[in-house]
């Protein structure tokens, strides 16, 4: 329980749900009880009548019929309550549970989201979650319902007789043992079941998402017997979860059938030694089947408290992940656009792999920066410590003299405009989309039309059916590579950004766009700081100063000028690049 110790704090916040619903269950549980006293008078009436050779009149059987039907509707009614309360507690706690995760996810720094598969978050805010709701629902509501029925019914036995009681209550002991010993199995193999829909899950996800790759190399056969694979494991996980919570339902229905053999055996001998009425008996009977839902109820509640856990116990393994990345500023101020860095070095923290040594530049604000190199150079790695997607291992980086680390975070990125190498766009509109990159919820059409004329792609847009209104599909599916980068770059100018950051975005046009979209851009750029990431030298020529990378050091600096003058790597790009 020590896993959901957490929901507490829920279960104070909707304390008069959770109040009312305890409150509901006692009432309900003594008006469907007191039925067992309306049973035995009846009973009692009924042989007393037969033994006086009195005929039966039909008014006595209506006047218990109806008090017992009055009883069971009153209980009946307060049951309808209890559901009211505990049920939409739950569902209150879902909602806030579901939102806190969301937001904790929020604050997490890009290596988390790299060391954790997509799958698996999904499935943690959706299935996890559910399966705790079971226990801040259904189970502590059946629980309660457990003990106020046993303390009720047992109050009303022991008022009967004192040692019918304790017989009767004799197999149950024997019934928490079994409980005590199968909760610990349920528990440990419903962690590996929650793992298993996992993997599962991130499977779909993953095939989902390349289904054009797949389609392209005809590896259908190879992902469904895969998917079946796994599906064949978690099956098997999860049937031996099922076997095991098989063995509550016989074992309870057994020792509910003792404790009615037992009720009517004992209970016969006290009737004939005189020691209680005749009613008893079947009042015993009726109070023994009134446990039966609730003991029943016992191993399934068990089950749902155990399931819980192992869900929580992955809830807090994320929501006790600390973000790398803390933001530790909140004034507001302007950004002018100056950078340096000093002696950076970076490791990537999830595989130990250094993709910066030693960089140092300086950029001033209006300058234009140019990074080239092979792949797996630490190009975009320069980029994610601009951006602050991660923190350097050690080195100083400067944004308008001051520390990256003391800056409003949240302020910097809204002074940045990127467009990242692997272009993303929602499922929704083209307007939309490129809106995304505005926090003003008032942006005038005009000024997404401006953003996409600057990156040449109003022209495309206007020869869709419904313009900037279509819909781009997961993905951005409908559109070609250039159009989705173009979208994205001019997602990046709407809100006219400090800092401009170009992450190898032009790979997808033509040569002709590329040259009409950096032209466009060269007015935009005026007193900003840009930063263009790119294999193509048409793309950096214009920049005041170009980094040609190599193993994440810097091989070659200067202008375009200066490093063909050096006749080095940067010069064989470029003679490569003009034949």
Not at 403 to 417: A, C, F, P, S, T
Request: glycine share 6%; aromatic share 10%.
């Amino acid at each position: 329980m020590k896993h959901l110790k957490v929901i507490n704090l829920y279960f104070l916040k909707y304390k008069w749900h959770f109040l009312g619903g305890l409150l509901f269950v006692s009432l309900s549980t003594i008006f469907g009880t007191y039925q067992g006293v309306i049973v035995r008078n009846g009973t009692n009436k009924i042989i007393e009548i037969f033994k006086n050779g009195e005929s039966a009149q039909a008014g006595i059987f209506i006047q218990y019929g109806l008090i017992i039907i009055g009883l069971a509707l009153t209980s009946g009614l307060f049951m309808f309550l209890m559901r009211q309360t505990i049920i939409v507690m739950s569902r209150h706690i879902e909602y806030d549970q579901k939102n806190e995760i969301y937001e904790h996810y929020q604050r997490l720094d890009a290596g988390f989201f790299k060391q954790n598969t997509t799958g698996d978050l999904m499935n943690r805010i959706s299935e996890d979650v559910g399966k705790v709701r079971m226990y801040s629902g259904p189970a502590i509501m059946y629980l309660a319902n457990t003990i106020v029925t046993t303390v009720t019914v047992l109050s009303f036995m022991l008022s009967v007789n004192t040692q019918l009681t304790l017989i009767v209550f004799l197999p149950l002991p024997l019934l928490s043992y079994l409980i005590y010993r199968v909760s610990d199995m349920i528990n440990k193999q419903s962690g590996k079941v929650q793992k298993e829909l996992g993997n599962l899950t991130t499977q779909a996800q993953e095939t989902f998402s390349a289904i054009r790759v797949i389609k392209a190399y005809a590896r259908e056969t190879f992902f469904v017997a895969k998917m079946e694979e796994k599906n064949e494991v978690y099956k098997t996980t999860a049937l031996k979860l099922a076997t095991i919570e098989s063995f509550f339902g016989p074992a309870m229905v057994l020792m509910i059938g003792l404790s009615v053999l037992i009720t009517v055996w004992y209970g016969g001998k006290l009737t004939i030694q005189d020691k209680i009425e005749p009613g008893n008996v079947t009042e015993f009977i009726f109070y023994v089947f009134r446990l039966t839902w609730p003991f029943a109820s016992l191993g399934w509640v068990t089950s749902l408290v155990q399931r819980a856990a192992a869900s929580q116990e992955r809830i807090n393994e994320f929501l006790d992940t600390k973000p790398a990345i803390i933001n530790s500023n909140t004034q507001t101020y302007s950004v002018q656009g100056d950078i340096e860095f000093k002696n950076v070095n970076f490791i990537y923290p999830e595989n130990d792999i250094q993709a910066i040594k030693n960089i140092s530049f300086k950029l001033k604000q209006g300058q234009t920066l140019g990074i080239t190199g092979k792949v797996g150079s630490g190009k975009s790695s320069i980029l994610n410590l601009i951006t602050r997607q991660y923190d350097a291992t050690s080195g100083e980086i400067l944004i308008d003299q001051k520390n990256i680390k003391q800056h409003n975070l949240h302020l910097l990125r809204k002074n940045m405009g990127v467009v990242p190498q692997e272009v993303f766009l929602f499922s929704d509109t083209i307007a939309n989309n490129i809106l995304f990159g505005s926090p003003d919820k008032n942006t005038s059409k005009e000024k997404v039309q401006s953003a996409a004329k600057q990156a040449q792609v109003h022209d495309n847009i206007m020869t869709f059916p419904l313009n900037y209104e279509t819909i781009v599909g997961e993905r951005g599916v409908t559109l070609s590579g250039g159009q989705k980068q173009r979208i994205s770059i001019a997602r990046a100018l709407i809100n006219k950004p400090q800092l401009l950051i170009f992450d190898d975005c032009l790979s997808a046009v033509d040569t002709e766009t590329e040259e009409a979209i950096l032209n466009n851009l060269k007015q935009e750029m005026k007193n900003k700081t840009a930063i263009i990431v790119s294999h193509r030298i048409s793309s950096l020529k214009n920049a005041d100063l170009i980094l040609y990378l190599k193993d994440g050091e810097i091989v070659e600096m200067g202008t375009h000028e200066e490093l063909l003058a050096l006749k080095k790597s940067y010069f064989q790009l470029h003679q490569m690049q003009s034949n």
